[in-house]
Each structure stands twice: as structure tokens, then as C-alpha cells.
């Protein structure tokens, strides 16, 4: 006993320190464990205080505006604007106060938006002159409004250079402007041009396509209005040779053509019924005797079929068609129709050196033919009455006679009429 008790004193020694020494490891690992557990409890209140204050925070900014007495305003439909009547007030479809004249004037020019050069400054005096001489009440442009890629903001200096300061600061043309987008608008951000209404009460400009209805007074005592139905499309949607080009591609990327064409059919069968007149504004030639890779590849507003199916039977009532795109002046007929080319408005296809062909127009098939072909440029001016519509192209030379002039009866006579 006596020689065993060291050496079990010395194992039980040994034992005692090995189960110390376990147990520290165990104390040791719960106190990870209690650590661990404590860091995510931490980390997980964190993250809820952040969410809380992102959900917070924009419900108290939202409060406090609205006890300033803060509105929200209405979101806009951007690719769906309904079809305008006479008495309804919606976002994209304008009704003009009517008047008592017994005549509708205005001006329709396009592809003109050069900061004044290239003559732009000179057909901007013979509108003005020509709006004084004719009370003319707006000007419809027909795209192509600021060269070479349109605006990239509501605040883009290019809007003052290019419309405000030559027509309204220098020429005094202040008349409402009922604009469009063209090619090279689409280069730009769309929606600038929308948004730069803010800047002038000049520049109506409600969405990228939109309708206006026009009044005037057929008796000229107040007593009996006629109305005119003018349809502004964005014609660049229904153009599969812009869809391939980069720089207006993402303008148009993934926009569905059909939804404007069924609202283009809304809109005309609206006009049929109860105006005296329809016009369609489109920035694209629908018959052109211009030859060039973004006219002669246009499907679906070409001198093709497709441009008979897409209008359906409204297209009878259209009394005519504006554009721009070719920078010269014209008067074609097509499907008994007048087209009317107004691309005048600065710089000219043969002063950029452009080699497109031109070439008298006839289809057969459409009844097409060109009446009237110039590289000039001017402006295209119209005033219609209750029983006709008068059509002239002038240049600008304010004391030269027009360059031509067209005389249209009355079609139709349903619709208008309405007091």
C-alpha cells in the first residue's frame, strides 16, 4: 500500500489535470457558442433597424409633404393616349378653345432645328409673316426639331438655341407649336422634348403621339362651329431601319407598334364622326418621290399595302397627310389623299450632300403621283373654311408669290357642327 499510494497519487494528479483540462475546453467552446449567438442577435437587430428606417423614412418625407399642403401629381400613360372628343379633358388628347373666326390658319414646317444656320433664321420671318398676313392660330412641326441627336434633357440648352430663341425671342412667332418627334429627335431622350413644355407655354408638346381638335366658326357670329381633327403620330416605332440603327434604337427598342396603330384607328374614326376634317402629322413621307435607305424601307407607312391595312377604311376620311424627314418641299396624291412633304425648314438635301434620287411618283396600283417637287425652303401654309381647304408652299422671299397652291372641296359632311 505504502509503495502504491505515490503512484496513485500521482495518476489521480494526472487525471485531475486532464479533466481540468477538458473542462476548460468545453467552458471554452460555450463561451464561443454564447459569443457566436450574441454577434448574430447583434447583426440581425442592426439589419432590422436599417429596414425599418428605408421603410421609415420615405413614409415620413411622404407625410410631411403632404401636411405643406403637397400634391401628387397624375401619372402619365406614355404610349397609350386616349382618343380626344370635344368635351372631354384628358392627358393627351388637346381641345383649343374655340373662336369666333370663320376660318382655321396655321403653318406646318419640319427638320429645321440648326441653333438659326443654314437658313433657318430666314424661314422663320416668312412664317412670321405669313401668320400676320393669315391670323394663323399655330404651327404644326413635323419632327426632326433639334439636329443632330435632340435633346438629352427638359433643360437642354439646344431647346432655346433651336426653337425658342429664333422663332419666339427673335421672330416673335408667338403662336402655339404642336410638335412630333423625328429620327433624329429619337437619338436623344424622347420624353425631354415632352418635358421641356414646362419652359413655354408655346411648346405643346402633351405626350410622343397625342391628338388635337382644332374649332373655328363657320357662321362667323358664334352660332355654328366646325371642328378639325389633327393626329400627331411618332412614326419612327412602325421603322425597322431605325431599330437596327444604335443611335435611335434604345429609343424605340421593345415598343410595341401595334398599340399606337390600333390608337391611330381610334383616333380617325373619332375625326370621321364628328369633325369636319382629319389630318394625320406623321414625320415619315407615306408616298414620297424621295428614294433613300429610311424611306424606301419604311413597311408599314410606304407605298405598300400594309399602309392601306393599317389605316383600315378610316383612311377615306383623311383629307391629308403632313411630313417632313426629306428635306425639300412636295404635294403628292396617293389613294386619294394629298401628302404634303414640308422638310424645308433649314438645312436642304442638296446642301448636305445627300445622294438621294428623286423621281416622279407613280403607283398604279395606289393611284400615286407627285404634283409638285422642290429643293426649296419654306414652309407649307394651310386655312381651311367650311366648304374648302387651301394648301401653299412658300419660300423666303416674304414678296415672291407662293411656290404652289392647291384648292381642296370639302369631302364630307358629316360630324362638326357642333356649338
Not at 401636411?67 to 397624375?74: D, K, R
Not at 434604337?249 to 369636319?276: P, Y
Not at 414620297?288 to 399595302?305: D, L, M, V
Given at each position: ?137 399655330f404651327v404644326i412641326s413635323v419632327g426632326d426639331n433639334f439636329y443632330n441627336a435632340g435633346l438629352e434633357s427638359a433643360d437642354d440648352p ?213 404634283e409638285f417637287a422642290a429643293q426649296a425652303r419654306g414652309f407649307l401654309g394651310v386655312t381651311v373654311e367650311e366648304d374648302r381647304v387651301s ?29
Amino acid at each position: 500500500v505504502l509503495r502504491a499510494a505515490p503512484a496513485a497519487r500521482s495518476w489521480w494528479a494526472r487525471s485531475r489535470s486532464w479533466l481540468d483540462a477538458r473542462g476548460d475546453a468545453r467552458l471554452c467552446r460555450g463561451r464561443q457558442r454564447d459569443m457566436t449567438w450574441s454577434s448574430q442577435i447583434r447583426g440581425r437587430r442592426s439589419l432590422l433597424v436599417v429596414l425599418g428606417l428605408v421603410v421609415a423614412l420615405p413614409v415620413l418625407v411622404m407625410t410631411l409633404k403632404l401636411a405643406a399642403g403637397w400634391t401628387p401629381e397624375p401619372r402619365r400613360a406614355l404610349l397609350t393616349p386616349p382618343v380626344m372628343g370635344p368635351r372631354e379633358s384628358l392627358s393627351h388628347g388637346l381641345r383649343v378653345v374655340p373662336t369666333c373666326a370663320s376660318s382655321l390658319s396655321f403653318i406646318v414646317v419640319g427638320d429645321f432645328g440648326r441653333g438659326g444656320e443654314w437658313g433657318q433664321t430666314e424661314v422663320a420671318e416668312a412664317m412670321k409673316v405669313w401668320a400676320d398676313e393669315h391670323d394663323a392660330r399655330f404651327v404644326i412641326s413635323v419632327g426632326d426639331n433639334f439636329y443632330n441627336a435632340g435633346l438629352e434633357s427638359a433643360d437642354d440648352p439646344q431647346f432655346f438655341t433651336s426653337w425658342h430663341d429664333v422663332y419666339v425671342r427673335d421672330t416673335d412667332l408667338t403662336i402655339p407649336w404642336y410638335p412630333i418627334m423625328g429620327n433624329h429627335d429619337e437619338r436623344g431622350l424622347p420624353m425631354s422634348q415632352v418635358d421641356a413644355s414646362k419652359h413655354s407655354q408655346l411648346w405643346r408638346f402633351p405626350a410622343l403621339y397625342y391628338n388635337v381638335t382644332h374649332y373655328f366658326d363657320t357662321g362667323g357670329r358664334c352660332e355654328r362651329r366646325e371642328c378639325v381633327h389633327v393626329v400627331h403620330m411618332r412614326s419612327t416605332e412602325f421603322n425597322e431601319y431605325y431599330r437596327r440603327e444604335k443611335a435611335v434604337s434604345r429609343s424605340i427598342w421593345g415598343v410595341d407598334s401595334s398599340v399606337q396603330e390600333k390608337w391611330v384607328k381610334a383616333a380617325l374614326q373619332w375625326g370621321k364622326q364628328n369633325c369636319a376634317y382629319t389630318f394625320v402629322v406623321s414625320h415619315h413621307p407615306m408616298f414620297t418621290s424621295r428614294r433613300s435607305p429610311s424611306t424606301a424601307k419604311f413597311p408599314t407607312y410606304g407605298p405598300q399595302k400594309p399602309y392601306r391595312r393599317t389605316f383600315g377604311s378610316s383612311w377615306s376620311t383623311v383629307d391629308a397627310v403632313f411630313a417632313g424627314h426629306a428635306h425639300f418641299l412636295e404635294h403628292a396624291t396617293a389613294i386619294g389623299t394629298d401628302h404634303f412633304v414640308s422638310g424645308g425648314g433649314s438645312q436642304l438635301d442638296v446642301e448636305r450632300g445627300a445622294a438621294h434620287r428623286f423621281r416622279n411618283l407613280t403607283l398604279e396600283e395606289d393611284d400615286a403621283s407627285t404634283e409638285f417637287a422642290a429643293q426649296a425652303r419654306g414652309f407649307l401654309g394651310v386655312t381651311v373654311e367650311e366648304d374648302r381647304v387651301s394648301y401653299g408652299f412658300w419660300g423666303t422671299d416674304t414678296a415672291a408669290p407662293p411656290l404652289y397652291t392647291l384648292s381642296r372641296r370639302r369631302r364630307r359632311r358629316g360630324g362638326g357642327g357642333a356649338a
